[in-house]
């Protein structure tokens, strides 16, 4: 099964970068959408971001487009999430996930099987 394991949350001011990794193994199909999901104290789980292993399926929530980067490295064994111009709405714990089909745009929690532990991101004035 694929494990995954995330790291480079942290605190940052307002308008600062983070760049959040994601561990990736354990590949065992030929097509995964690979998504970042963000939870808030209180709030539903939402997808931001996803981008398939077979290329495409890049998609972002309007919450972020424009300021947020998803990409991949070294063989699909790294997901990043360039996070820019970031604000206290962004403050959330941070979730890689994958799923084994290719993505479909409407990152949808329900439709991914595989997370990771997730890794804090607190964003302060």
């Known amino acids: 099964h694929v494990q995954l394991v995330e790291s480079g949350g942290g605190s940052v001011q307002a308008g600062g970068s983070l760049r959040l990794s994601c561990g990736i193994s354990?590949?065992?199909?030929?097509?995964?959408?690979m998504a970042w999901f963000r939870q808030a104290h209180g709030k539903e789980r939402e997808g931001i971001a996803s981008?398939?292993?077979?290329?495409?399926?890049?998609y972002y929530a309007d919450s972020v487009k424009g300021r947020f980067s998803i990409s991949q490295e070294n063989h699909w064994t790294t997901l990043y999430l360039q996070m820019n111009s970031l604000q206290s709405e962004d403050s959330a714990m941070y979730y890689c996930?994958?799923?084994?089909?290719?993505?479909?745009?409407?990152?949808?929690?329900?439709?991914?099987?595989?997370w990771g532990q997730g890794t804090q991101v607190t964003v302060s004035f």
């Open positions: 996930a994958a799923h084994p089909h290719y993505c479909s745009g409407q990152l949808r929690a329900d439709e991914f099987g595989y």
């Open positions: 354990g590949y065992t199909y030929s097509m995964y959408c």
């Open positions: 981008l398939s292993t077979g290329g495409g399926g890049i």
